[in-house]
């Protein structure tokens, strides 16, 4: 089927089946009914290359998510498919890049006319793709936030509030010695952003009370090491804080097999999705991680970008959620 079948079945000229899909002209209510159920009725489809020639877009944006040691896949598929949910209402499709490319990959996609823009996730806080994306004619987004983002457009969530937040909320509870178990020592060696603000923050806000911050790993073994050997050096320790989604009922597991209760002996609060709180048991304290809201909201900023709007960078305000496991 082409455009020309849809205008004959409805009665219409090709412009105006063009200006019904495109909405770059406004057409009667009457009219583009019309249009639109022959559309329906016969099974077009717009040809995606003519319409690239014609419009000097793909429709596609790029999501570059390396695939990278201590990343925690659940979580990154719930950034993935919120921004390709975000990107369909905005007739958009989403080419993935898991490959660690660095500048090059973004190069060579650049280069190819593959994508009109590009979604980039991991951040990291000396980021060596960041130099080349102020070159780049394609509109870029960041998901995280580099030391210099000058000249760049942002979202994330504001780790270094919602590590302060947990602290805080410790704090305000009575704890006087607690401890972050944060993310697995390769990311805080690659410099990740969104760890790093965590632990600013969390240090930060504990800077009054005794604190102590420490990479964890994924598996239950090297958790529950980590766990053994923090309190054997701070027994005094009754406020948790955990920043890995992987580790969370490994921590919870680690406590029980010590004879530690939770929340009598120790509390424990987590930076984590709300479904991964609310699983574990008992239900943990939580700062959500906004996946959804994240992917949409760098979606939205990149087809802003892309229309020529202005779009600035945007820190998500954390919200924590009291559950079972502080008191």
Not at 82 to 90: E, I, L, M
């Given at each position: 089927m082409t455009i020309a079948d849809v205008a004959r079945h409805?009665?219409?000229?090709?412009?105006?089946?063009?200006?019904?899909?495109?909405?770059?002209?406004?057409?009667?209510?009457?009219?583009?009914?019309?249009?639109?159920?022959?559309?329906?009725?016969?099974?077009?489809?717009?040809?995606?290359?003519?319409?690239?020639?014609?419009?000097?877009?793909?429709?596609?944006?790029?999501?570059?998510?390396?695939?990278?040691?201590?990343?925690?896949?659940?979580?990154?598929?719930?950034?993935?498919?919120?921004?390709?949910?975000?990107?369909?209402?905005?007739?958009h499709d989403?080419?993935?890049?898991t490959a660690d490319e660095g500048p090059e990959g973004l190069q060579r996609v650049a280069a190819s006319a593959l994508v009109d823009g590009l979604l980039l996730m991991d951040v990291e806080v000396r980021d060596p793709r960041v130099p080349l994306l102020r070159e780049l004619g394609e509109p870029s987004v960041l998901i995280g936030f580099p030391a210099d983002a000058d000249g760049l457009t942002c979202v994330d969530l504001d780790f270094a509030r919602a590590g302060?937040?947990?602290?805080?909320?410790?704090?305000?509870?009575?704890?006087?010695?607690?401890?972050?178990?944060g993310a697995p020592r390769v990311v805080y060696e690659r410099g990740t952003g969104f760890a790093e603000r965590t632990l600013a923050g969390f240090t930060a806000?504990?800077?009054?009370?005794?604190?102590?911050?420490?990479?964890?790993?994924?598996?239950?073994?090297?958790?529950?090491?980590?766990?053994?050997?923090?309190?054997?050096?701070?027994?005094g320790l009754t406020g948790l804080v955990v920043h890995n989604e992987a580790a969370?009922?490994?921590?919870?597991?680690?406590?029980?097999?010590?004879?530690?209760?939770?929340?009598?002996?120790?509390?424990?609060?987590?930076?984590?999705?709300?479904?991964?709180?609310?699983?574990?048991?008992?239900?943990?304290?939580?700062?959500?991680?906004?996946?959804?809201?994240v992917g949409h909201q760098a979606v939205r900023l990149l087809m802003a970008k892309l229309d020529g709007l202005p779009a600035d960078s945007m820190l998500l305000e954390p919200r924590l959620t009291i559950r079972e496991s502080t008191r």
């Open positions: 409805a009665g219409v000229a090709v412009s105006t089946v063009s200006y019904v899909l495109s909405g770059k002209r406004a057409i009667s209510a009457t009219t583009q009914q019309r249009v639109l159920e022959s559309v329906r009725a016969l099974g077009y489809h717009p040809n995606a290359g003519a319409r690239a020639l014609a419009s000097k877009r793909a429709n596609v944006i790029a999501l570059v998510l390396p695939l990278r040691a201590g990343m925690n896949l659940p979580v990154l598929m719930q950034f993935a498919t919120s921004v390709v949910a975000t990107a369909r209402q905005f007739d989403v080419l993935l890049m302060a937040l947990c602290a805080e909320h410790l704090a305000a509870g009575g704890h006087r010695e607690i401890a972050l178990l806000a504990a800077k009054d009370l005794k604190s102590v911050a420490v990479p964890c790993e994924e598996t239950y073994d090297e958790v529950a090491e980590t766990v053994k050997l923090l309190f054997d050096q701070h027994p969370v009922g490994h921590v919870l597991a680690a406590l029980r097999a010590l004879g530690r209760s939770v929340p009598e002996d120790v509390s424990v609060v987590a930076i984590c999705p709300d479904d991964v709180a609310e699983r574990a048991s008992p239900a943990l304290t939580s700062v959500l991680i906004p996946a959804e809201d």
